[in-house]
């Protein structure tokens, strides 16, 4: 899977490996070079008018090969409506992609590929419709773990003959080696990932969505329907942001920018996506589903993100106020004080905790002294969540987006808006609604957690206490660039709706700005494999999920411990969500059961049960 020859041993292997896919036919013919379509077919990026066709061929001499492709409006073929050549080389990881264009809006179509007389399983798409649209159905999905469990959502949604379309939110792989993040879940069912270390470079990149793609179900998904796909972070690194990652450290794996690029083109070849020739790595585009909705596809993760904010690293120390009069002997003023007009400077001073409450250290001379990092035995200097809100979280100048791409959004929300169509969709990566920290000290079951867990969810009540988010990944932790947001949706958008990823857990929005008035909806999916809170929060899922809905003035509701995905139906009266839960991704024996549905009326901005 990184461009080196295969012999025919290595070829049986992965056909083994991979379950005899898919019907690949013969190992040689008579006069012709064995070549192999080990890892399916893929579409994606559906328009009016066409479509992305993907496959990888495998030649045994590891030489370019020519590939023929044919897209029919009947499986035997006898339609065929557009056909072309392309070239399978070592420079693209011998991955074929292709535009096929020629083709009707609203149309399902069949395609394949021969080389060297040799066929690719068939594969089955469909052209975005135009004009009045009646209905249109989404199956939105993220975080696909190989290792944290079996792809049984993927499998559902491929047997499902009513989806329009994919749509895959991020982290389709992660970068963890069997000794990281998901690692003991594989070792435990046998799901184990190659390579089986980190991944940093372009081989092993390539190697990586290789092993994915040899997938069954993945491979079964991927052939029934097209896809339009984001990334999120883990197809870098763990919370990527424009110039680096959190789980990236230069010092032992290099310059970030190397890897970035390396995640990027593997991206770039092994997703049915359409290439943006001009920029490679602006991959935020837009769809049109005829009059009824645009499918807004933002990145939120590598092109524009300021750097995360941390609570362990970036909380100011609590200050206290001076009398600074006399500039050479400040007067610390009395709690609560009116300084009347006197000149007043803040300090940072340790504080008694042998007092209650705590007290100020008021003697500059000898707070300088002291050592931070060294304090005398009950002295502290204590955090300051106001601060912190003030200075650091709401800071105009961060973004989430980029200045250009912000510019872009509040563009193709309007121009949808204007258009008329009812529905301006946003597609994203990260929980837009609010998520505060949630108390959970007293839902925990600590017979079931390290007791050196503890000091973190005492934090975390910490920050439900002062308001403070969950989570500086998401949205949360760049509310201003979310209010920039909610003003183009207040503005110019007719019916916003938002549906994300990333959380591995399911939830359900309604999103209001900071004056508590509607602007749309959020609907966010489970994972398709990756653990949810259950796998860091032992105890009873229904109370968990209780403590997170008072704590936010958006969430309506939330399930914390299941693995689905969740289905998206659009019509011009309103657009209605249902969550499809898995019975478990341990097991290739699996049920799947309608778990929770919403629906949001066209104009009302607002969720009702379904």
């Not at 659009?570 to 657009?575: I, K, S």
Request: glycine share 8%; charged share 25%.
């Amino acid at each position: 899977m990184r461009g080196l020859p295969l012999t025919r041993r290595d070829t049986l292997k992965s056909l083994t490996a991979a379950g005899a896919l898919l019907a690949l036919g013969p190992l040689g013919c008579a006069g012709k070079r064995p070549v192999h379509f080990l890892h399916g077919v893929a579409s994606g990026d559906p328009l009016q008018d066409r479509v992305i066709l993907w496959t990888r061929v495998q030649p045994e001499d590891g030489k370019a090969v020519s590939v023929r492709w044919e897209v029919a409006r009947d499986a035997g073929f006898e339609q065929v409506v557009a056909e072309g050549t392309a070239e399978a080389a070592h420079g693209t990881d011998f991955i074929v992609k292709v535009d096929a264009a020629g083709l009707e809006p609203g149309l399902p179509y069949f395609y394949r590929f021969t080389s060297e007389e040799q066929r690719s399983p068939v594969g089955q798409t469909r052209t975005l419709p135009e004009g009045d649209v009646g209905s249109f159905k989404l199956a939105v999905m993220s975080c696909s773990h190989y290792a944290a469990g079996f792809f049984n959502v993927y499998k559902t949604v491929a047997e499902r003959e009513d989806i329009d379309a994919v749509l895959h939110l991020g982290d389709y792989i992660y970068e963890y080696g069997m000794d990281g993040y998901g690692g003991p879940i594989g070792q435990e069912i046998g799901r184990l990932v190659e390579p089986d270390r980190e991944i940093l470079t372009l081989a092993d990149y390539r190697a990586r969505y290789g092993h994915y793609r040899l997938d069954a179900d993945l491979q079964a998904l991927h052939a029934a329907k097209p896809m339009i796909a984001i990334w999120d972070d883990h197809e870098t690194a763990n919370n990527t942001w424009k110039n680096g990652a959190q789980n990236h450290d230069e010092e032992t794996e290099g310059p970030y920018r190397a890897r970035a690029e390396a995640s990027l083109k593997a991206y770039l070849e092994w997703l049915p996506i359409r290439d943006n020739e001009d920029d490679p790595e602006r991959i935020y585009r837009s769809f049109d589903i005829g009059n009824l909705a645009r499918l807004i596809m933002l990145d939120t993760r590598r092109i524009g993100r300021d750097k995360q904010l941390s609570f362990e690293t970036g909380m100011p120390r609590r200050r206290w106020p001076f009398d600074v009069s006399e500039p050479s002997a400040p007067i610390a003023l009395a709690e609560g004080e009116d300084p009347g007009t006197r000149p007043i400077e803040y300090f940072e001073v340790p504080f008694n905790m042998r007092t209650d409450p705590p007290t100020p250290v008021t003697d500059l001379a000898y707070a300088k002294t002291l050592n931070p990092e060294a304090l005398p035995e009950g002295l502290a200097y204590l955090p300051d969540p106001e601060r912190f809100k003030a200075e650091l979280l709401n800071d105009e100048s961060r973004s989430m987006l980029g200045a250009e791409q912000e510019a872009w959004a509040a563009a193709e929300i309007q121009s949808s808006a204007e258009s008329g169509q009812t529905w301006q969709v946003l597609g994203q990566q990260v929980v837009m609604g609010r998520a505060p920290a949630a108390d959970l000290m007293d839902v925990i079951d600590w017979s079931k957690m390290p007791e050196e867990r503890r000091p973190f969810f005492e934090a975390v009540a910490w920050r439900a206490q002062h308001g403070l988010p969950f989570s500086l990944d998401s949205w949360d932790g760049y509310p201003p660039a979310r209010a920039r947001l909610f003003s183009q949706f207040a503005e110019y958008a007719r019916n916003a709706l938002v549906l994300a990823g990333d959380t591995h857990n399911s939830w359900a929005f309604n999103l209001q700005d900071e004056e508590s008035q509607p602007v749309g909806a959020e609907f966010a999916c489970p994972s398709v494999t990756s653990p949810g809170i259950e796998y860091w929060v032992p105890g009873d899922p229904e109370a968990i999920a209780a403590r997170y809905i008072p704590a936010s003035p958006d969430l309506v509701w939330t399930d914390t411990s299941h693995r689905g995905y969740t289905l998206v139906t659009l019509t011009p009266e309103a657009a209605e969500a249902d969550w499809f839960f898995v019975s478990t991704v341990k097991a290739r024996d699996f049920d799947v059961r309608l778990a929770k549905s919403f629906r949001v009326q066209a104009g009302l901005h607002k969720l009702e049960a379904g």
